[in-house]
């Protein structure tokens, strides 16, 4: 008796796990986001030379960044904005965006369909990844985004020349990281979908990453006075102008 | 005296020897003095220890990886050129400290600015570096390894050499069961060498487990120390893993702000991590930047009324109060911390030597008594190329000569071999001639023990000179000379504040008794 009864739950729920994996598995879609790193107006070249808000000529040797925590979220019925989100997709992975690295700016995902109003995103590694000992992939210590003698991620590292730099080689280097307070710099970053994205079979996001935005606003940056952050000092001011570095490509 | 040295010694645990006439010594170095079996691994909480910080249950530690942790510990190829290991600076026998050196030493002969900290228990520090800066034990070595002072090389590049090199391969490979060597796996052996690192058999551990007794000084000393001191060092770990300023004055030298460039918080600048006091007694010298080289400095330091700091940690701000003699038992009992068990550990020892002292194993030959120095000497010098380019103290090479005749005692303890009474023996290699011309070499280069055994010889020559009690205000070693030191002090007469003098003296040392000697220079 008790072994045809284990035999009817077993199948039961045999029965039950098809039904649900059927009807979850065609509910996938892939989604693409691409980071595209712009000076201004124009795809960022690494031969060109830019100019800051201040009319400062200079050139950028390399940009790399961690963008980590992203999160799509459908907004729920009534007034969009109003009511809180009520579902959302949140994706447990960490990509460092290398500029020299053509297939690190485009991130694979597999999400389900929908349709989503707006993404979001941290420019950094959050506070807990900057605390749990040795970690891999993208966060391996070995990629040289970290600190060794303060433990910690660089959430950006901005290398490139300009002659106005006071430092050594005309230098400009801009290593921003830091996850405590006073000089935390992780920046929560929130795209509006203008047309909520639809994502079905195959969907591409575009992302503009602004480079001169590092310079701008709301501080511009004077490469003859500060040309070189790699601690604390001075992290957050940068922090705050990458704050506003991406933009949706809108097609 | 110290036992700074011995332990290398006593590893090579071979030789045997001889006597006046001729007998046999007996080549003999323990087989498995190098292995490492799980039960050598097994990691035990020491009673009255809280849990530890470090989650042991992510890195198991295994034979296979602590045997790779070690190896890597001892070797110079974690350095950008070859040369520099973790055992440069952090060595066995001075419980992981430099000892006697103020300040780090790195490639290229390159000064860091800090003092090179103790490593012991450090599975219970929440933080590393005397400013904290490190927040994993697991990513510790990365410091060292990449800072230009020290080691000056990339992980990148560690990591290359490692996977081109057929041993280190093959140990990953018995750790891992993976030939791909990755960040996290170097990382996490050198982990699993470290958080063996337990020191919690000291005199000290022992009196309060009720196995051992201490003398009334050390007593005393502990209730002193409990009374004073524990506030920040508090047992069973002798810190509180906290961050203090305790009104050193800054060194203009390294201008260094402390733990203020971690946090970038105001209220930081001058705090340095409490550092242990387990096995202090080896560790000196003491503070950030290792301005102290003897205890009573440190204390005299905490004693001072008026501290020309800049801020002070609360728990100071009112002042320790210590008599002579209080702080003498307080020296005493920091000096119970000393944990013979883990500075003798033979698991730590360096693996590099293992090839070494096969070399030089001895067969059963006949020695005279200046064999017996030479082959001393012959391991103790190929010992210091791996260690230190510093000749070692003077007292040091005695405390190794009483290592070497309580070994041949004991090796000898053989129904075969008639041995004389080690006291005889002893006797009469501290006759030898080439005892004698050793410690002549040695005393040319070595240092004295401590300032404080030299003060207090000039100190008991003025007070008689002076029929008045005296107190030294400054010691300053001038030059070691041919048997001892020139030393010249700075002194005043107690009771007599204002008037401080000056005065040289040429300090000896009698290894047989020893014994300091101090004449007044004119």
Known sequence: MNYFKRILITTACVVVFIIVTSFAAPNNGKLTIRFNNYAGNSVLNLDSTYKNQLGQPFKVTNVKYYISNIVLRKYGEGPRGVVPNYDYVSIKEYYLINEMDEDSKQINLNVPIGTYDDMTFIIGVDSLHNCSGIQEGALDPINGMFWAWNTGYIFLKFDGTSPLSKSNGRILEYHIGGYRSPNNCIRKVTLRLNHSIQINSSTSINIKADILQLFKSPTPMDFSKLSSVVDFHNATTIADNYAGMFSLIEK | ?522
């Open chain 2, 1 to 522: 005296m110290k036992n700074l040295f011995s332990y290398q010694l006593s590893i090579n645990s071979y030789c045997l020897l001889l006597i006046s006439y001729c007998i046999l010594s007996i080549g003999f170095i323990a087989d498995d003095y190098f292995s490492i079996t799980q039960k050598d691994v097994a990691f035990k909480n020491p009673k009255g220890f809280p849990k530890p910080v470090y989650d042991l249950s992510k890195n198991k530690i295994t034979p296979a990886g602590f045997l790779l942790g070690r190896k890597l510990f001892y070797d110079g190829i974690l350095s950008k050129d070859n040369t520099i290991s973790c055992a440069s600076c952090h060595q066995r026998f001075a419980a992981f400290a430099h000892i006697d050196h103020q300040i780090s030493h790195g490639i290229n002969n390159l000064i860091g600015k800090r003092n090179v900290p103790a490593l012991q228990n450090l599975v219970w520090n929440s933080s590393f570096m005397w400013d904290g800066g490190v927040n994993h034990l697991d990513l510790q070595p990365v410091a060292p390894i990449t800072n230009s002072l020290e080691m000056a090389e990339t992980l990148a590049n560690v990591l290359k050499k490692l996977r081109q090199n057929k041993e280190y391969v093959l140990m990953f490979k018995q750790a891992y069961n993976d030939t791909v060597i990755t960040t996290d796996k170097f990382l996490k052996s050198i982990s699993q060498f470290l958080a063996l690192m337990v020191s919690a058999d000291s005199r000290y551990d022992r009196y309060t487990n009720g196995k051992d007794t201490l003398s009334k000084s050390e007593k005393n000393g502990l209730k002193l120390f409990r009374a004073n001191c524990a506030a920040c060092h508090k047992e069973p770990l002798f810190t509180d893993n906290s961050f203090r300023n305790n009104g050193l004055t800054i060194n203009p030298a390294f201008n260094d702000s402390g733990r203020l460039m971690i946090t970038g918080l105001k209220s930081d600048y001058l705090k340095f991590k409490v550092p242990s006091l387990r096995n202090v007694e080896v560790t000196y010298p003491y503070m950030h930047d290792g301005r102290f080289y003897s205890l009573k400095q440190v204390l005299n330091h905490y004693t001072k009324t008026n501290t020309e700091g800049e801020i002070r940690d609360p728990v100071l701000q009112k002042g320790i109060i210590l008599n002579e003699q209080e702080k003498t038992d307080i020296i005493s009992f920091l000096k119970t911390l000393t944990d013979k068990t883990f500075l003798h550990d033979r698991r730590f020892d360096n693996p590099f030597l293992a090839s070494y002292i096969k070399k030089i194993e001895i067969k059963p030959v006949v020695l005279s008594e200046d064999e017996l120095i030479v082959k001393y000497k012959t391991s103790w010098d190929s010992v210091q190329l791996k260690t230190s380019n510093r000749i070692p103290q003077y007292a040091t090479y005695i405390d190794e000569l009483d290592k070497i005749t309580e070994n041949i005692e004991k090796h000898c303890k053989q129904p075969k071999t008639k041995l004389p009474k080690l006291e005889k023996l002893q006797a009469q290699l501290q006759n030898s001639k080439k005892h004698k011309e050793a410690i002549a070499n040695y005393f040319t280069y070595g240092q004295p023990n401590s300032i404080t055994e030299l003060t207090e010889a000039c100190k008991q020559v003025l007070s008689i000179i002076n029929k008045a009690d005296i107190e030294i205000t400054n010691t300053d070693i001038k030059k070691p000379s041919k048997t001892g030191w020139v030393v010249l002090v700075s002194y005043k007469i107690k009771g007599n504040t204002d008037v401080i003098k000056t005065s040289s003296f040429e300090i000896n040392y009698n290894p047989a008794t020893k014994t300091y000697t101090a004449v007044q220079k004119k």
